[in-house]
């Protein structure tokens, strides 16, 4: 089986509740990360394009249906977007396997549920968004103040391709509750999932322009819609280098920004530590998704009593890994999502074999077509080189011996990124030190790879700025505005 029998959804911009063609743009092939093949083209949204999706969102934040909508009126359909996801798995997980080339039991067991948790999340607060009133502090005199929190307005939403579905519903989910309009913008490599959920959200009944999707590379239409004067605010999830360039690009208008960038997230084993759980979870942590998660544990630092115990271990895990087609539910790791990515990844373990560092041996067999790169552990290797300091993006793992607390810390530290960090221990002393003194936006103590709707995610230094998630999220998509009543 392949993918060839998928009825594939329209392939072209969603604008005011409509499929817009647009013969006359130009077009980017898609490209199955499995076999290398193209199964289609898509437009590159013009200035004409995103002008009107930028217009149509306008239209919506004015339009009644969806500006006095009541809360429980707007939760109601949130949670009817996701029953239609929920009802609609079998086909929007394929659709996300077959662009991204992760397998289908993963996208199924991970990137539809989760888009139904955060839109679930989110409808739940609709209904709990309201200001304040107050009582002016050093002003005699009889007045009624209050506090509005008002929808920002039109919301960019820019996604990358690791995981199009779930990073679009952290964007589209508070936008939504927050009484916003949405156009979001895919990963050029990643569409389909994002026209089927604009698809299902005008099913449901989303009013016209709520919802719009532009089609296009980051070059043109990103920089178009990001740059758009009818665009309040920018969502942006993607690498650190595009996110410095969307928020010197809203400097001229001042729009809200969060960005959620990359990582090099370090994952710490102390002597104490649960070891199968802290080997199985650090190897999960690094080949997920064949690497390419903004969080993963790149950097894996093993206290020196346990380091050939877990290089032993890691070599065992990565060669259970089942590395196979998006189609194969049976399969654990797919390819990587493009010649480019495969090229980057190549380059950057050569560049550190030919500085001496080593690779644990191991003897995958790959598939013959398509982007597969192997499981790759890397040993004793120096922190200062640059496959320990940069973002890889692929399976690749780097493992470094330390002896004390101290020097791990700094070892840690020492990195341009702050996304996540990892610690193995038993020791709530331990556990405590450490996430106190991990510079990382998230802290995970015994456990990995878990994301999830009611906690802020987001990074420290290069990681990002803001944060997606939680209520802390909400903020970003509310204006705050003060009313002063002076009264007769
Ligand atoms: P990318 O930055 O190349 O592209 C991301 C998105 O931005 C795409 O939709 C692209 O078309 C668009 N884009 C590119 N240039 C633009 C511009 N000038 N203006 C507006 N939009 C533009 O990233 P990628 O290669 O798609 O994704 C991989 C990167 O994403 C990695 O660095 C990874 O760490 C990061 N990432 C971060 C998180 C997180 O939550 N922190 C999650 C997933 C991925």
Redesign the pocket.
């Known amino acids: 089986m392949t993918w060839e029998s998928l009825e594939l959804p329209l392939l072209t911009h969603r604008i005011g509740g409509s499929a817009v063609p647009s013969p006359s743009e130009a077009r980017l092939d898609l490209i199955d990360p499995c076999t290398g093949n193209s199964y289609g083209a898509a437009p590159i949204a013009s200035a004409n394009t995103v002008d009107n999706a930028v217009n149509a969102a306008r239209k919506a934040l004015a339009d009644p249906a969806w500006a006095d909508i009541p809360p429980l009126a707007r939760e109601a359909l949130m949670h009817k977007l996701a029953d239609a996801l929920e009802a609609d798995m079998d086909y929007l997980a394929s659709l996300e396997a077959m662009d991204t080339g992760r397998p289908i039991g993963i996208t199924k067991a991970v990137d539809v549920p989760g888009a139904v948790a955060w839109l679930r999340t989110y409808a739940g607060w609709p209904s709990k968004i309201f200001g304040s009133e107050r009582k002016l502090a050093s002003t005699p005199g009889e007045f009624h103040a209050f506090v509005r929190k008002e929808p920002v307005g039109v919301v960019a939403a820019?996604?990358?391709?690791?995981?199009p579905l779930i990073?679009s519903m952290w964007k589209i989910a508070p936008a939504l509750a927050a009484g916003c309009s949405v156009v979001l913008?895919?990963?050029?490599?990643t569409p389909m999932s994002i026209l089927r959920l604009a698809d299902l959200a005008a099913e449901v009944g989303f009013p016209p322009g709520v919802i719009n999707v532009v089609l296009?590379?980051?070059?043109v239409?990103?920089?178009l819609?990001?740059e758009h004067p009818g665009v309040a605010k920018v969502a942006?999830?993607?690498?650190?280098?595009?996110?410095q360039?969307?928020l010197a690009?809203s400097v001229p208008s001042l729009k809200k920004v969060t960005l959620?960038?990359?990582?090099k997230s370090p994952n710490i084993i102390f002597p104490d530590a649960d070891l199968p759980a802290a080997i199985a979870q650090s190897a999960a942590s690094c080949f997920f998704n064949s690497g390419?998660?903004?969080?993963a544990g790149t950097r894996l630092y093993v206290h020196k009593d346990l380091y050939e115990a877990v290089i032993m271990g890691l070599q065992e895990h990565a060669e259970q890994a089942a590395i196979g087609p998006s189609w194969n539910a049976e399969c654990s790791m797919g390819p990587l999502i493009s010649q480019a990515q495969y090229d980057k990844v190549t380059a950057m373990v050569e560049r550190a074999e030919a500085v001496g560092i080593k690779s644990v041996p191991l003897t995958h067999k790959l598939p013959e077509q398509g982007f597969y790169f192997p499981p790759t552990v890397l040993r004793d290797v120096d922190g200062s080189s640059e496959i320990a300091r940069e973002?890889i993006?692929g399976p690749v793992l780097s493992v470094i011996p330390f002896e004390s607390e101290q020097e791990v810390v700094a070892m840690a530290n020492d990195s341009e990124y702050g996304?996540a960090a990892h610690v193995w221990t038993k020791d709530l002393g331990i556990a405590h030190r450490m996430s106190k003194a991990l510079e990382a936006g998230t802290v995970f103590v015994n456990c990995v790879l878990l994301a999830d709707p009611a906690m802020p995610?987001?990074?420290y230094k290069k990681?990002?700025l803001g944060r997606?998630n939680g209520p802390e999220a909400l903020e970003a998509y509310l204006q705050t505005k003060s009313v002063v009543m002076a009264l007769p």
């Not at 913008?185 to 490599?189: G, L, N, R, W, Y």
């Open positions: 820019v996604t990358p391709w690791n995981f990073l913008k895919p990963a050029p490599e296009g590379d980051g070059a239409t990103g920089k819609l990001v942006f999830t993607g690498s650190t280098a595009t996110g360039r969307i690009a959620e960038l990359g990582g390419q998660v903004c969080y973002e993006f996304l995610f987001g990074g990681s990002g997606e």
